[in-house]
């Protein structure tokens, strides 16, 4: 790791590295430097080329977009901008990241002191708080300029796409384990007629296109950690065009709902309608007024959209011998499976709620004139 750290322009003495966080693709590293006078954290990543098979692609799009936020950020007179916004550090040679001999890219950022993320929310605060971030985030990108970011991961919120990909590691079932997960695959092709039919019924497949963050989970979110203002928006691999069913939709999925990912428990798992009331009127506020009437009206499908694509990814993964997902024990992907069916179920049968909650939220808003 000390080799791989020396490839970037880091002041200081290296002093010690330790894997770090929760995510499921990359390879990430806490890195600490020091020298007399202090000491300073970095993120070291080596990017998962696997999943992001055009890394450079992947480098020019992220640095535009850091810099990108940091102007608007600028421009809005935000407070503490530096701690809004990712820091890229450059490697030695004035790049983006750094290939090693046995062709891994590496990438580094400045660590965000004083923040925290979390895995499974905890409060209506923190729900609020993210999805607002992600809603500013959003809502600045409406600005962007220049030529069209890359397509990092092609259909990657694409349905019918997904919903084929686990058909076909059902025939293959190249690890002998379809037959033990039947009743998974039945409830999935169930959920696939439902969904597409009441998705079909609020025009989701024609709203319009606009640069989302596209993997909105709670923890790629980094949260003040003394006020738990949502600061800084992070793992902006994933953003490009797309729909803002994607980044509503994984806010609901993973915020309104305070049980793990992999939850054996199914029983006991529940929705909250309080942290749904978060994200809706975090999001809403900090998108501002630029969605549609079409987008309103499908917003209270998405957090089941969202949640039925996982479990569809996450079987798949099952599937195939766990190869796109990291797992850190046996069978991890299937309770994932399992937990995110259960959370399909579940926010379907409050998606009138659901709307209800947007609703208000958004007739609050116009009130305080935002
Ligand atoms: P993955 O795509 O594998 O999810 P992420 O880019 O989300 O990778 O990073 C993994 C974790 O590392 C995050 O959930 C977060 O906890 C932490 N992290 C990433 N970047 C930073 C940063 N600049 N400052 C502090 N923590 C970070
Ligand atoms: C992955 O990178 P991470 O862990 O934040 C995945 C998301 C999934 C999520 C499920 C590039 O997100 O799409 O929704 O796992 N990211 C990619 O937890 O596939
Ligand atoms: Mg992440």
Known sequence: MKETAAKFEIPGQFAEAASYGSGHIHDTYLLRFEDSARSARYILQRINTQVFRD????MDNLSRICSHQRRE???ERARDPERRHLHLVATTEGRTHWVDPDGGHWRCFHFQEGTRSV???ETEHQAHEAARAFGRFAARLTHFEGPRLATTIPDF????????????AIRRDSHGCAPSVEVEIDQAASW?????????????ERLPIRIVHNDCKINNILLDAETGEGLCVIDLDTVMDGTVLADFGELVRTASCRSAEDEAGLGEMAIELDL?????????????ATLTPQELNALPLAGPLMAF???VRFLTDHLSGDVYFQTHREAQNLDRARAQLRRVELLYAERDAIRQI????????????K
């Not at 009331?277 to 501002?288: D, T």
């Not at 007739?363 to 305080?368: D, H, S, T, V």
Request: glycine share 12%; proline share 2%.
């Open 55 to 58: 890394p450079v692609a992947l």
């Open 73 to 75: 950020l600028e421009r």
């Open 119 to 121: 895995d499974q929310v």
């Open 157 to 168: 919120h694409n349905l019918e796409r997904r919903y084929a990909a686990l058909e076909a």
């Open 192 to 204: 696939y007629e439902a969904l597409r039919g009441s998705l079909r019924e609020v025009g989701a």
């Open 276 to 288: 749904v009331r978060g994200v809706a009127r975090g999001y809403l506020s900090g998108i501002g």
């Open 309 to 311: 694509e996982n479990a």
């Open 358 to 369: 947007i609703e208000s939220a958004q007739l609050e808003l116009r009130g305080a004139g």
